[in-house]
């Protein structure tokens, strides 16, 4: 599986941006997505997540309210609907896949090391 991340950019605070993640590969509902982050300096944290389904989401609260995660499972794409952007949002934004198991379907996960697969990270940068 092959992850490619888009989208990023420079933005100033308040503005909005959005992430976009294309998954190559077969059975992509069968994968469950989270978006991650990386500021400099800082260790990699979770930002979203959501279930192969679609069914399921869950969000740091750092973002909650700000952020909405969907997917197009006939696309095979993710993406991170970004709003109200902070300058502490500022960090490189990576896609992340995990193959689950049919009961699995509305799963999310939060922990980086569940994943199996990530993708190259976007740069978003938001001035103020």
């Known amino acids: 599986v092959q992850l490619q991340a888009s989208g990023g950019g420079l933005v100033q605070v308040g503005g909005f941006l959005r992430l976009s993640c294309a998954a190559s590969g077969r059975t992509f509902s069968r994968r469950s997505m989270g978006w991650f982050r990386q500021a400099p300096g800082k260790e990699r944290e979770f930002v979203s997540a959501i279930s192969g389904s679609g069914g399921t989401t869950r969000y740091a609260d750092s973002v909650k309210g700000r952020f909405t995660i969907s997917r197009d499972n006939a696309k095979s794409t993710v993406d991170l609907q970004m709003n109200s952007l902070k300058a502490d949002d500022t960090a490189v934004y990576y896609c992340?896949?995990?193959?689950?198991?049919?009961?699995?379907?509305?799963?999310?996960?939060?922990?980086?090391?569940?994943?199996?697969?990530w993708g190259q990270g976007t740069l978003v940068t938001v001035s103020s």
């Open positions: 992340a896949a995990v193959t689950v198991s049919d009961s699995r379907s509305y799963s999310v996960f939060t922990s980086p090391g569940a994943y199996d697969y």
